[in-house]
């Protein structure tokens, strides 16, 4: 049962290099999201999307862009890495986009940027 | 706009102890109320929810009431245990864009000694 898996786990960048974060989920859910964990800041919504093709921004959606290409697949994009985003970073999935709380986490991915 | 705060931490407690983790809400409407529990290492799990003013949400002999005269979604356990360890989330649901989306508190580290 893979449920959300987020690839890679940690990553090491140096300022204004670029990476990609992928997740995936095999439970056929329409939304999807990428979160960042920050100490004492909770979980801040990255951006999302609510189906195949589409993306929307959420609080925080500066310096990352995203793409959903396959239902199955949410790409979180950083074009030239900042220390202010070294951060960990979490994928969610969900059926009824977020109507029933049921979100689905991965196990989140490490980033640090020097 | 919508917003979280919930109990700072570290809260430390010895095993069968009674815990109460405070949150509060701000928000526009009806929203649902939720705890997420995060043991080390992984992702974000649904503990508990509730929909409506005046439920109840209950799993693993956690507890929280919704209380829309308080505003408060308050998270309670009468006899703690060492695996209880974890970092809590209080959460709300509201609609933004075309999706619902959580928002969450900072989060309260649980340490309980055995």
């Known amino acids: 049962n893979a449920g959300v898996t987020q690839t890679p786990k940690f990553r090491v960048l140096k300022t204004g290099q670029s990476m990609t974060l992928l997740c995936a989920q095999d439970?056929?859910?329409?939304?999807m999201y990428w979160y960042r964990q920050d100490p004492g800041m909770g979980l801040r919504l990255i951006h999302y999307?609510?189906?195949?093709?589409?993306?929307a921004k959420g609080e925080v959606p500066d310096g990352y862009n995203v793409s959903r290409l396959k239902k199955q697949n949410f790409l979180l994009g950083l074009e030239s890495a900042a220390p202010s985003q070294t951060s960990v970073y979490f994928c969610?999935?969900?059926?009824?986009?977020?109507?029933?709380?049921?979100?689905?986490f991965g196990e989140g991915s490490r980033l640090t940027v020097l | 706009g919508d917003s979280v705060t919930q109990m700072e931490g570290p809260v430390t407690l010895s095993e069968e102890a009674f815990l109460t983790i405070n949150c509060t809400y701000t928000a526009t409407g009806y929203p649902s109320l939720f705890w997420y529990v995060q043991y080390p290492g992984e992702g974000l799990q649904l503990l508990l929810k509730?929909?409506?003013?005046?439920d109840k949400g209950s799993n693993k002999g956690f507890e929280a009431t919704y209380r829309k005269e308080t505003t408060s979604f308050h998270l309670e356990k009468g006899s703690v245990q060492v695996s209880d360890s974890a970092v809590y989330f209080c959460a709300l649901s509201v609609r933004a864009g075309s999706a619902r989306q959580l928002t969450f508190g900072s989060g309260t580290q649980l340490t309980v000694l055995p």
């Open positions: 969610a999935s969900g059926r009824t986009g977020g109507k029933s709380g049921e979100l689905f």
């Open positions: 509730a929909t409506k003013a005046d």
């Open positions: 999307s609510v189906g195949e093709g589409t993306t």
């Open positions: 439970m056929n859910h329409e939304y």
